[in-house]
């Protein structure tokens, strides 16, 4: 099991920065991933950027150029700078962390933690 702490989430005004983190503890392997969604009301959760161990990251285009996803492996924590928010940033942020299997890459795990909110004003 791994159990996911968010915090960071807040109200901002349109154009304001917001740093999410997310501290992971549990039994965590050494290939994994961990990522930040969102859920804006009445729309699917999306996702916003992802990091694997090594460093490789992912971002969906509307994070690309205003968010950085990084990651502290000795604290297994994730982090979610945000740039320049405006108000469709507007959403429920999670907070995900992925398992696998080294050896051949099969699932070993999925987690979400309880959300924070972010709230972008216009």
């Known amino acids: 099991q791994v159990q996911l702490v968010e915090s960071g989430g807040g109200l901002v005004q349109t154009g304001g920065s917001l740093r999410l983190s997310c501290a992971a503890s549990g039994t965590i392997t050494s290939l994994n991933t961990m990522g930040w969604y969102r859920q804006a009301p009445g729309k699917q959760r999306e996702l916003v950027a992802s990091?694997?161990?090594?460093?490789?990251?992912n971002y969906a285009d509307s994070a690309k150029g205003r968010f950085t996803i990084s990651r502290d492996n000795a604290k297994n924590t994730v982090y979610l700078q945000m740039n320049s928010l405006k108000p469709e940033d507007t959403a429920v942020y999670y907070c995900r962390h992925r398992n696998w299997v080294a050896s051949d890459f099969r699932p070993a795990g999925d987690y979400w933690g309880q959300g924070t909110q972010v709230t972008v004003s216009s």
């Open positions: 990091i694997r161990n090594d460093g490789t990251t």
